[in-house]
């Protein structure tokens, strides 16, 4: 059974945590640098406030121990803040984090709450999927060895590097499953 | 990549999940009262997941007295411009003028709130007409399910505002989950009788017979001062906490709400939280229950 830390310290995670049970895998929440001493084959970002997010791995001191993993080839799904986490640089702003993915992100691209909305588009490999979008950022640059995976409405929204994939929506708040299940296949 | 179908979000009905589904992405956090461009900075680098936007935080509203209002929206605007989370504003139960004006300058997220002076004694706004999010108070399950009938994303406990005292928020919090787990006990024949006896929807208390959960993302209010709070408040199942004066009352606001930030994510850990205590300064003093004249909770029911 494939074990996947799911980052737990703001937002949406425990979404993230029955989507993969429901794929039969095995979920626990990373909360301190503790956790990352256990065994595991795939680490989930999940979606939230990205500052709030931020400023906790590095007040806990998960931030370069997660980011020595994810260098080290640990797969990484990551959603909205997550993606925000990940990127190497963030549009407009000078805050860096984890910063593993080469790609610009926008924050707040679709505006504020009243900009949030829910499509349907096309995900390299898998087809058509539900996309829910919550004051969600955007993809303005996929940079060298990253793949855009998917856009809507000429904005990309989804990219894939290496072993990281990273979307400006939410596949945990939907029931489709096959996000979670593309990045299983990657865990394994 | 073909097959893009944007579904335009502007019927009421389509923007209810998104709306709840914003509530889902504050879970674990902590939004903080502001009433400058300056604090709301001072808490979003804390940690604040939100902010809500007013020009005087409950203390102060309770000491000044008098009739107490929506904020100015230029004053709103300028949180707006000055932080880059969701911004959250107070109007008036029952005053969906006031709603419809936080509306149109693209707030976040709406707390029709009993911290105001009531504008209607009888009934509240009906948040179904609206795009925004509106969040509401409540003291027990009942109040909870009338309130997202009328359309609320998101539920918050009803503690007494500006006192920097935790019993009512924690007494709310029980009545939520003696609630619900009332619920779960039934037998489904038994869900119509109870329905009439909270005088909610049959519908709501079928889901939540169902998912042994509220519908919506509940969030602590009232009374939060310190990080041994909201630790109390999330162990008893809170979803995250809103600070209102507990933060820029006390003595060094930074400090707090970063110890109150750390301590929502890592409630169960009192190592983690006992560090967290030492040497925050004097909190806000706080009045107690049987101290204040007003009880802001008994507003709307």
């Known amino acids: 059974m494939r074990r996947i830390g799911v980052l737990a310290l703001h937002g949406a995670f425990i979404e993230h945590e029955h989507a993969l049970s429901d794929l039969g895998a095995q979920a626990f929440e990373i909360r301190e640098r503790g956790d990352l001493d256990r065994s595991f084959d795939g680490l989930v970002l999940p979606s939230g406030e990205s500052t709030v997010q931020g400023k906790l791995l590095c007040d806990l001191g998960i931030m370069e121990p997660l980011r020595a993993l994810i260098k080290g080839g640990m797969p990484v799904l990551a959603t909205c803040a997550g993606l925000i986490l990940l990127a190497g640089s963030i549009d407009g702003d000078q805050a860096r984090w984890i910063a593993t993915l080469p790609s610009t992100v926008r924050r707040n691209a679709y505006g504020r709450q009243l900009g949030s909305f829910h499509a349907e588009a096309d995900y390299e490999g898998i087809g058509v999927v539900p996309m829910t979008f919550i004051r969600a950022p955007c993809i303005v640059k996929a940079g060298k060895g990253a793949k855009v995976a998917a856009t809507v409405d000429g904005r990309i929204v989804a990219v894939e590097c290496g072993r990281q994939m990273a979307l400006a929506f939410h596949p945990e708040l939907d029931q489709d499953r096959r996000i979670h299940e593309r990045f299983l296949a990657l865990a394994a | ?301």
């Not at chain 2, 509240?124 to 309130?147: S, W, Y």
Request: glycine share 8%.
């Open chain 2, 1 to 301: 990549m073909t097959n893009t179908n944007i579904e335009a979000p502007e019927k009421c009905e389509d923007r209810s999940k998104l709306n709840r589904e914003l509530a889902q992405m504050l879970k674990g956090g902590v939004i903080m009262d502001v009433t400058t461009p300056e604090q709301a900075r001072i808490a979003e680098d804390a940690g604040a997941c939100a902010v809500m936007a007013l020009e005087r935080i409950p203390a102060d509203i309770r000491a000044a007295g008098g009739v107490s209002r929506m904020s100015d929206p230029a004053m709103i605007r300028s949180i707006q411009e000055a932080v880059s989370i969701p911004v959250m504003a107070k109007c008036r139960i029952g005053h969906f003028a006031e709603a419809q004006i936080l509306e149109a300058i693209d707030i976040d997220y709406i707390d029709e709130s009993e911290v105001l002076s009531p504008a209607d004694d009888v009934f509240h706004i009906d948040k179904t007409k609206f795009k925004v999010p509106f969040v509401c108070g409540a003291k027990d399950l009942g109040e909870a399910l009338r309130r997202i009938a009328e359309g609320a994303s998101m539920i918050r406990t009803k503690g007494e505002p500006g006192t920097g005292d935790i019993v009512q928020a924690v007494r709310h919090m029980r009545k939520m989950n003696q609630g619900i787990a009332r619920i779960c006990a039934l037998r489904e024949d038994e869900l119509y009788e109870e329905a009439k006896q909270l005088e909610v929807p049959l519908d709501l208390v079928r889901q939540v017979w169902k998912d042994h959960r509220l519908p919506v993302v509940n969030f602590a209010a009232g009374g939060i001062a310190t990080p041994a709070d909201a630790a109390l408040m999330m162990q008893l199942g809170a979803e995250g906490v809103f600070v209102g004066s507990g933060i820029f009352k006390s003595g060094d606001p930074a400090k707090r709400a970063a110890a109150i930030v750390q301590a929502t994510t890592n409630y169960a850990d009192a190592r983690l939280i006992a560090k967290l205590s030492e040497n925050l300064g004097p909190a806000m003093v706080g009045i107690n229950e049987d101290e204040i004249k007003l009880l802001m909770a008994q507003r709307g029911e």
